[in-house]
């Protein structure tokens, strides 16, 4: 089955049609490549073809390359991947610019064929580098669809044509957020940024794009940048106007990206070097930076876990194998913070939701949370009167437990309190129907010990949502010991229902995120107590491309919750407690009413207004800062592995059973340094071999918590990688 097909018309218009057999959207593959350079071929040198309309037989237009494409160059090529790399991009190239010569004479740019993309819906990737090729892109008038180049965002960048084309469309500055951050458009929003000419009627679409064919004449051909004096917009580099974009854009990307993302450094380099040469030679500078981006494992490990392992556990990679669990109803237990979220992200998704909390006042101030989303939304213009009521109404709030029955799924978000949980527990219970599955949002509480208040403890389980709920992608699903089947299905499908990213781990101390996120908290503090200097600290952690240094971080969650968390887990370990220098800084900074960002006041000061304005000056005068200052990378170091060697510790115990999740959730859940695609990713770059020597020289200096794991050592003696040990399937592309 063909992924192109071609029909030609009585007026002489050929209409290629894009429409990838078993799949719902188009992406492109090498052999659907040569299918539409062979379609190409043949409306061009047919004497009775007037022109060329490319469409697609989907809703969409195209979601971009199979990125497995990327592999299979390399794979070809042998000894010299860069080379295969290198020579697949230019047959790209090579396709889109005999579509924008269409045929035309070299000289005198005359005797093309008008060829027009006709956009019924989303183009993302090189589903808009082929259109911007063409000589117009026209797109349906559908609010829904997404049009956009967001290969940065899986550390690669549009290096089919599409860097070069866009910047001479639109100039760099104007370029720059497409490029440099992925934004996408809707076909109106595209069409005022210039990206796409004209935007239509759906069902006019085809018979617009045939009138322009019709009336084009030679001149309407040419692109801008094939014309005698074409001017960049905005300004090439030496232009005084483009001198001060381009300066301005280095020092802004690396501010953003602190250099630890080399799709960003090479987009700009692509940008730069290729707007002060003709277009040919730009195409081509474009695919060496992009060859270049491809053969750095940062990019390939980016794109294995942001984009296949993420869209392999959207899509069920470990959802047990039960019928159908969509949720139509769903109760939340708990109106506050994590409660009015998960109602408004579910009612958001279509699904009925009774919000229940102790008081009317509290439940309806759940609901008002959602409201607060939905007019935000109105105000960018992204959400209508009628989709926010429409939204509104699903959220039934009350405080009467009799309106759980009907529901499929209860998540309950009080108080962390086992008792309250208990309570609720019983009560909703005694409400729900008997197949009805119960799940917790608990952060910290053993799943199977909250289950112990369950009568059915096969149907309960853990879904735990990160804050805020509505931009969080991350939802870590933990199996308690009697957890069944059909709960997991249960979570799984709610969460794909809700479009996020789930993982499924078993249940222990934290689970696996938190019991990642709260070791690099406390190293961040402990070096605090330690006499290192906090900007040190905080710097560090931003140069290894985290969002957030640990200080800022525990400002974020607050200290009175860092105090809560260290008692508990104290209570729980006795003797074994390891961190007791953390919790004097914890406490100390607790008792003089410093909690962090809601106090107006923690590690960081804040003005008047809650601004954060710079570290707290009073945190020397609490612990001196030594003269005697650790190497960045020694901070580095300490920063990563506390994290990472909690990661591998999770999989050595079966917390984790696949590293997929554990790199994909660890860059979703808390930003863990999207550029080394996860700690798994990361510990496989470096090599287990060096990991562990760099653990031997932090356990000397700080002690036992940067022992090498059993697991780690075993695969450095052996010579193992992660995913050749675990996920073999799963091979970075
Ligand atoms: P919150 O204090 O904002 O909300 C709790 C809500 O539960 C309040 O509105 C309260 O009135 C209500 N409630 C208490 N007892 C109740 C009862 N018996 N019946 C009905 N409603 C009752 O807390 P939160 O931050 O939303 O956290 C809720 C849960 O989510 C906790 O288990 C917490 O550990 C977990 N969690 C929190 C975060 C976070 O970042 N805040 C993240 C993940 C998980």
Known sequence: MPEFTAAQDADGVVTITWDVPGKSMNVLSLEGMAELEALIDAALADPAARGVILTSGKKDFAGGMDLNVIAKMKE??????????????????????????????????????PIVAALPGTALGIGLEIPLACHRIIAADNP???????????????????????????????????????????PQRARSAGIVD???APNQLLARAKEWILGATDADLVKPWDQKGYKMPGGAPYHPAGFMTFVGASAMVLGKTMGVYP??????????????????????????????????????????????????????????????QKVSRLGVLGAGMMGAGIAYVAANAGIEVVLIDATQEAADRGKAHSEAILDKGMKRGKVTAESKAKVLAQIAATTDYAALAGCDLVVEAVFEDPAVKAEVTAKAEAALPEGAIFATNTSTLPISGLAKASKRPEQFIGIHFFSPVDKMMLVEIIKGRETGQVAVAKAL???????????????????????????????????????????????????LGLPLGPLQLVDETSIDLGVKIAKATKAAMGAAYPDGAVDEVLFAMADRGRLGRKAAAGFYAYDAGGKRSGLWDGLAGLWPVSPDQPELTEVQHRILLVQVLEAVRALEEGVLTDIREGDVGAILGWGFCPWSGGPFSWLDMI???????????????????????????DMAERGESFYARFAPGAQAA
């Open 76 to 113: 070809d090529a042998g000894a010299d991947p860069a080379r295969g790399l290198f020579e697949g991009i230019m047959r790209f190239h090579a396709l889109e610019r005999k579509i924008e010569l269409a045929g035309m004479d070299p000289k005198s740019k005359k005797g093309g064929k």
């Open 144 to 186: 829904k669809a997404k049009i956009g180049l967001p290969e940065i965002l899986v550390g690669i960048f549009p290096g089919a044509g599409g860097t070069t084309r866009l910047v001479r469309k639109l100039g760099p500055m104007a370029a720059s957020p497409f490029l440099l951050e992925g934004k996408l458009s809707d």
């Open 198 to 200: 004209e935007v239509v």
């Open 263 to 324: 799709a960003a450094k090479a987009l700009l380099s692509a940008v730069y070097e290729g707007a002060l040469v003709p277009f040919d030679a730009a195409l081509r500078i474009e695919a060496r930076w992009f060859t270049k981006v491809l053969m750095n494992p940062s990019s390939s490990a980016m794109i294995r876990s942001l984009f296949l392992n993420k869209e392999a556990l959207e899509k069920g990679a470990n959802r047990p194998a039960v019928a159908d």
């Open 493 to 543: 499908d709610f969460v794909r229902q809700i479009r996020k990213t789930p993982i499924v781990v078993n249940d222990a101390r934290f689970f696996y995120a938190n019991r990642c996120i709260i070791p690099y908290i406390n190293e961040g503090i402990r070096m605090v107590a330690e006499g290192v200097e906090p900007a040190l600290i905080e710097n560090a952690a931003k140069l």
């Open 687 to 713: 090599g287990a071999a060096r990991a562990v020597e760099i653990c031997e020289g932090l356990e000397a200096a700080h002690g036992a918590r940067f022992r090498a794991p059993g697991l780690l050592r």
